[in-house]
């Protein structure tokens, strides 16, 4: 792999992604017709160096037991490699051991901490006013949401009867800030939003946000899935009280997720699943908890998921996030020059030359996602489509489903040339005419698009996430 101490910010040269891709075995094999495999989907799922495999498996063969359960020694060692593996996590986010809490995904994370709000019962003794949710009381949260971040919030609203209000997006895809201190008030108990927007590649400002949501007393809660993996992160300075990650899209396995919390907030916020090992006493009668982190950890834990993904982030350290994130924003660029000069073609989100994330969202003139999608997969350029799990999103674009493609540290700048080749191949097949295409013809952003979108609603069969 390239060594992190040469070039900080610089992207990776030919021979040093050839190594790093030397530890991705999947990254090896051919798909359809025996093409060579080109992954531009790791805004879905990443894939896994060979370091995350060997940890994983070295767990199961060597140190295999239930963690926090037993004395004999394989319980000893699979404990430690357990909290180690939190430290390890810990310390890449730069926050202490104790504030890492382990779920099965980011999903489970941010359910977590929505449960907690109406777990809190104001008729309940202890309690912390900050958790529980009462008359007047408000949700914030944007329309670019994951489902992941939204949805949990609307059964929080559901079963508490808190109004859920949302902060709009803006055309070129950033949030519509203009009406931020009509929405965020002291009536606002929590404001979710995402660091990174998995469509849009929108880069929020999530600590100015943060200052504006303090300063009414509302907890600020960050989806961090796309940002984590791409950007350096560092809770210190971020200014969340909650934040959320998933470990596949960091390299690692699947099964494993984070909760960071600051912690006195997790001393004080209401557990969520109850049962083994989240308990320090049990009566017939009562329970009383451990303390945080293991309050949110009921059940035997996914500790071989846990020991993969601090494997995962001592790779990503050792390749250093600085080098990933250089590489990625020249993939990026690339990858929007290229469909810049395709007018049939429109890229949803910021405009080039601004700050983005590693997705890249667009349409084609007349061919609907899943088809585009198709013609890519024909070529082994593998993408996503659909809605990206952000249906509301999608409906304020004023769009049926976007194709996105996303890229990792192991990408290349051949492989985004591979998708712009096969790419071209989709005017000719759907009877585009090119001499017709308007670059300048936008999404549609706005009340109109938005209104007109609403049929959407009907064409379930082709908008699978």
């Not at 049962?275 to 293991?294: C, D, F, L, N």
């Not at 001592?314 to 250089?326: L, M, P």
């Not at 990026?332 to 997705?359: E, F, I, K, S, Y």
């Amino acid at each position: 792999m390239p060594s992190s101490s040469a070039r900080v910010n610089a992207s990776f040269s030919d021979r040093e992604v050839a190594a790093l891709r030397g530890d991705f075995p999947i990254l090896t094999r051919t798909v359809r017709d025996d093409r060579r495999l080109v992954y531009l989907d790791s805004g879905a799922t990443s894939h896994k160096p060979t370091a995350v495999l060997d940890a994983e498996r070295t767990f199961y063969e060597q140190h295999n037991a239930a963690v926090h359960r037993g004395a004999h020694q394989l319980a000893e060692e699979a404990t430690d490699d357990f909290e180690n593996a939190r430290a390890t996590i810990a310390a890449f986010i730069g926050a202490p051991a104790g504030e890492v809490v382990f779920t099965k995904n980011a999903t489970e994370a941010l359910n977590l901490v929505a449960y907690a709000f109406s777990n809190a019962s104001p008729n309940e003794q202890p309690k912390d006013a900050r958790f529980v949710l009462g008359p007047g009381d408000e949700i914030l949260v944007t329309e670019m949401e994951h489902h992941a971040n939204l949805v949990p919030w609307q059964e929080l609203s559901r079963r508490t009867g808190a109004p859920l209000r949302w902060l709009p997006v803006l055309a070129e895809g950033a949030l519509d800030l203009s009406d931020l201190d009509t929405l965020l008030t002291d009536r606002t108990k929590v404001f979710a939003f995402t660091h990174v927007s998995n469509v849009l590649g929108t880069i929020n400002p999530v600590a100015a946000l943060a200052e504006r949501a303090h300063a009414v007393g509302a907890l600020v809660v960050v989806d961090a899935c796309q940002s984590v993996p791409h950007l350096a992160v560092d809770v210190a300075t971020l200014g969340a009280d909650f934040i959320a990650f998933s470990g596949h899209k960091l390299y690692g396995p699947m099964g494993i997720g984070v909760l960071w919390g600051r912690a006195e907030l997790l001393e004080v916020m209401p557990a969520f699943l109850t049962g083994g090992s989240m308990i320090e006493m049990v009566t017939m009668e009562r329970s009383t908890y451990a303390p945080a982190p293991q309050k949110f950890e009921a059940g035997v834990p996914n500790a071989a998921q846990a020991v993969g993904l601090a494997a995962a982030v001592t790779w990503v350290e050792a390749v250093g996030i600085d080098r990933i994130a250089a590489h990625e924003s020249a993939l990026v660029d690339a990858l929007m020059n290229g469909l810049a000069a395709r007018p049939w073609v429109h890229v949803v989100g910021p405009p080039p030359g601004t700050p983005r994330g590693g997705a890249v969202a667009f349409v084609v003139d007349g061919v609907h996602a899943h088809d585009v999608g198709q013609v890519l997969d024909d070529a082994g350029v593998a993408v996503r489509v659909g809605h990206h799990c952000a249906w509301p999103l999608h409906r304020a674009l004023g769009v049926t489903a976007t194709t996105r493609a996303s890229v990792a540290a192991y990408n290349t700048f051949g492989e985004v040339e591979a998708l712009l080749r096969a790419l071209d191949r989709v005017p000719g097949i759907f009877g585009i005419d090119l001499d017709e295409a308007d670059p300048d013809a936008g999404l549609g952003v706005g009340p109109d698009a938005r209104a007109g979108s609403v049929a959407l609603r009907g064409e379930a069969t082709r908008e699978a996430s």
